[in-house]
């Protein structure tokens, strides 16, 4: 499962050097973070999925708090 996160992030992050607008990407991204144990970088891919489409918050909220429940949304 490792490598397969190691490669949907790659991905992502090609994907994003294009469509940075794109929050469920940012989104996904960041879920693959976590799974990788890369909290830093994954808080950082959810508050931008957020930061795009802040009225969307109740679509990008419930992967970031299962990922960190004890943070809270900026």
Known sequence: M???N???VASYQKYL???PEDADAWTHQGI???ELKRDAEALASFDRA???HP???RCM???RQRAFP???LR
Request: proline share 8%; no cysteine.
């Open 6 to 8: 190691e490669e949907a």
């Open 70 to 72: 004890a943070e809270t």
């Open 50 to 52: 957020v930061a795009l």
């Open 17 to 19: 050097t294009r469509k």
């Open 61 to 63: 909220e419930p992967p």
């Open 32 to 34: 693959a973070l976590v």
């Open 55 to 57: 009225t969307e918050r």
């Open 2 to 4: 490792l490598k397969r």
